[in-house]
Structure formats: C-alpha cells, structure tokens
C-alpha cells in the first residue's frame, strides 16, 4: 500500500464567501465527514504560510497587495464571483504553502504521494487578478516551486476539473518545461481552452467535451491522450489539479462521472513520474458527491502503483 498523506488546515473553514456561494466552508467539512465515515484517519501535513517570494513565482506584486487588503479590510472584489473575508488572507496563504509542503514531503520520501483538502482552490486565478473563486494559483506555485527551489527541470500538471484551468495554461504557456493537461467542458465558464492552443513546442493541451457527455470521453481522454504524452514528456513530478464537478450529482457541471470514474482515472496516472504526485481539490460543489469522490481518490492514491 502506498503511503498518502492529506493536507488540510482548519483555516480553509475561515475562509468566507458569504450566504449561498457554492464554494463554501462546507466542501471541506464534508470531505473531513466522508473520511472520518469511511474510517480513513490519514496524518495531516504541517505546513508553513507560503512567502511572498513564494507567491511572486506566479503573481505579480501589486495582484497580492490587493487581496491583502482586500482581506483585511471586507472589500468588495472586481471580479463577483470572487468573495473573499478577513480569514481569507490566511487560508489562501495556507492553501499555497500546503501545496508547497505536499511536494516536499513526496520529496523527502516521507509519502508517496498526497491529497491537498483545502480552500480557497487556485486553477483560475491569473498572474495579475483572482477570479472564479480562486485568489492564488495553488498548483502553479507549486509547479514553481519544485523547479526553483527543489531543481526538478520538468513537471506535469493534469486538469480533470470540469472547467478549464485558465490561470494554470496562461502561467505555463510559453514555457515547455511545465506541460499542461486539461480535460473540461465546453461551452462552460471560464470560456478558455481550445484544442488549437498548444503552447510552447505543443506543451500545452486541451481535450473538451460536450456537456452531457458519457464518462468514457473522460475516461478516453486520460487513457488514450494524456498519458501517452505524459510518457513522452516523462516528467520528474505530476500535480492534479482535481476537481470532482463532473459527478453527475454537481450543479455546476452537466457531466456524468461517478465516483467509480475517479477511481480509474487516479489509477491511470499513477505509474507517471514514479507515482510522485500531489493530487490539489478545485472544485467540487455537492457535498455527498464531494465526499465520495474525496474518499474514492484517496484511497487509489493509497493503492499500490504496480497493477
């Protein structure tokens, strides 16, 4: 059995969006009621705030002193979508640095690989704005960090959340050392991600499905195009910006992905860079579903890698 750690923090609870926004304090709270049903009580990741040096990997200056004082002073943002509280501040630092630590820690061989519960999620915020309820890009810091700070020359990042990672292409696409991968719906928000950009030396791709489509197209686009190329790339490191609003059960999606597909899609990616992953939650937004999905994933991740 692989060896899977779990990062949460419970300043990802304080982080408030307000009465009736989907990404909520509650999407956490039920994934820690899932594990605890399902009797999975895994060691939780200790972490430090990510730096602002850590966060200028991908942001600029002036993008991290507005949400500062966003966060501190309750101000509205520009972009609705995007709320954001006094909590807020620390939780997005946490998230950030959380991202950081799981790397490390597969790293430093004390886990295999690690799930990331926390919020807010990361994969549409922009160098220079939040948006689509995310204040910093987790994922891509991390991506950053294990190449600045770590040395790794080459990390994959794989998207199977049902909306397209916009700050994610947008951070990596000029650079052919991180190769980005995502599967998403389309028409759907954020409205990007188009089969035609390929990024620099084509290390960049995009596979969009129609809404209501069938789980094999999900399924297919893993097995069949992604890790074909993620064989080819052979990266050092591969992060899962995981979002689980494909279930059929989430109203933010028109998917049809049950927790079983999960299941095969984790399996599926394990054996890439020798098992080194960090799995990050995005989005995900019927609690039951959530939950599921989250103990699901968790224990594929636990699953040995050799099948």
Known sequence: ????????????LQHDTGPMHPEAPQRLVAVLQAFDKAGLNPEIIETEP????????????????????????????????????QGSWMAALLAAGGA?????????????NVFWAMR???HHAEATHARGFCLFNNVAIA??????????KKVAILDWDIHHGNGTQH?????????????????????????????????NLNIQVRPGARPEEWLNA???????????????????????????????????LEAEH????????????????????????????????????FKALQEDTAR
């Open 262 to 297: 999960y299941v095969e899609m984790t399996r599926m990616v394990k054996p890439v860079a020798d098992g080194k992953i960090v799995s990050l939650l995005e989005g995900g937004y019927h609690p039951e579903a959530l939950g599921m999905c989250a103990v699901a994933h």
């Open 143 to 152: 991506a950053r960090w294990l190449q600045k700070e770590a040395g790794l």
């Open 171 to 203: 951070a990596f696409y000029e650079d052919d050392s991180v190769y980005y991968m995502s599967v998403h719906q389309h028409p759907h928000y954020p409205g990007t991600g188009f089969p035609d950009e390929r990024g620099k030396n084509n290390r």
């Open 120 to 122: 807010p999620p990361g």
């Open 100 to 112: 950081i630590a799981s790397c490390k820690a597969v790293l430093e061989k004390r886990y295999d």
């Open 50 to 85: 990510a730096s602002r040096e850590q966060l200028l990997y991908i942001h600029t200056e002036d993008h991290i002193e507005t949400i500062r004082q966003t966060c501190a002073h309750h101000l509205a943002y520009s972009d609705l979508d995007t709320n954001m509280s």
């Open 222 to 256: 893993i097995e069949k195009v992604f890790i074909p190329e993620l064989q080819r790339f052979d990266p050092e490191f591969l992060l899962l910006s995981c979002g689980f609003d494909a279930h059929r059960l989430d109203y933010l999606g028109s998917q049809s």
């Open 1 to 12: 059995m692989a060896r899977t750690g779990f990062f949460f923090r419970q300043e990802g």
